[in-house]
T-cell receptor, first 114, second 114 residues
Framework: DGGITQSPKYLFRKEGQNVTLSCEQN?????MYWYRQDPGQGLRLIYY???????QKGDIAEGYSVSREKKESFPLTVTSAQKNPTAFYLC?????????????FGPGTRLTVL | AQSVSQHNHHVILSEAASLELGCNYS??????LFWYVQYPGQHLQLLLK??????LVKGIKGFEAEFIKSKFSFNLRKPSVQWSDTAEYFC????????????FGQGTELSVKP
């Protein structure tokens, strides 16, 4: 069953702690993306990766970090420097990073920082 | 700032009513346009996209969208909605020279009353 998995579905952390969100895809896609979804603001791009061992900042990268050591995995770390980390985080992938490519989304992780 | 605007935050319709959701963008040059949909409890998925050719694009489930370059618009339409169309709809844009970097609108929540 091909697709994108994100875990966990819900995550709770104390303020000041770093937390890592998992994203795995078995679609053999080269490009992967992380978005943040807030009510009334749509989705905003945090980081994206066009190929293994490469990634670029999106529009709201401050307070976040990523790695892309394997093609199928693109974990996102929400650091203590992120001022407002409570949000719904969506991971996506596409065949490659052409601008016409369809992006396929995972189910999301809802992070709540207490 | 470059942006994507969806005019309606929440639309409520009765079954069989016609639907039009507005989307405007502020980018110059060549763009690619997408509508994504998020049904309750499901992943965000592609409804339709436009990148060249006929400006009237047909998507899944009877949806269509028209690209009007002079108006910087890509409105989504459906002649007769069903209760199962209840979802959140997102317009997204990227520029041809920016790879997979999508800029999303704020989203429109559609509620269809049976």
């Amino acid at each position: 069953d091909g697709g994108i998995t994100q875990s966990p579905k819900y995550l709770f952390r104390k303020e000041g702690q770093n937390v890592t969100l998992s994203c795995e895809q078995n679609l053999n896609h080269d490009a992967m993306y992380w978005y943040r979804q807030d009510p009334g603001q749509g989705l905003r791009l945090i980081y994206y990766s066009q190929i293994v061992n490469d990634f670029q900042k999106g529009d709201i990268a401050e307070g976040y970090s990523v790695s892309r050591e394997k093609k199928e995995s693109f974990p996102l770390t929400v650091t203590s420097a992120q001022k407002n980390p409570t949000a719904f985080y969506l991971c996506a992938s596409s065949i490659d990073s052409r601008s016409t490519d369809t992006q396929y989304f995972g189910p999301g992780t809802r992070l709540t920082v207490l | 700032a470059q942006s994507v605007s969806q005019h309606n935050h929440h639309v409520i319709l009765s079954e069989a009513a016609s639907l039009e959701l507005g989307c405007n963008y502020s980018y110059g040059g060549t763009v690619n346009l997408f509508w994504y949909v998020q049904y309750p409890g499901q992943h965000l998925q592609l409804l339709l996209k436009y990148f060249s050719g006929d400006p009237l694009v047909k998507g899944i489930k009877g949806f269509e969208a028209e690209f009007i370059k002079s108006k910087f618009s890509f409105n989504l339409r459906k002649p007769s909605v069903q209760w199962s169309d209840t979802a959140e709809y997102f317009c997204a844009v990227n520029k041809n020279n920016q790879g997979g970097k999508l800029i999303f609108g704020q989203g429109t929540e559609l509620s269809v009353k049976p």
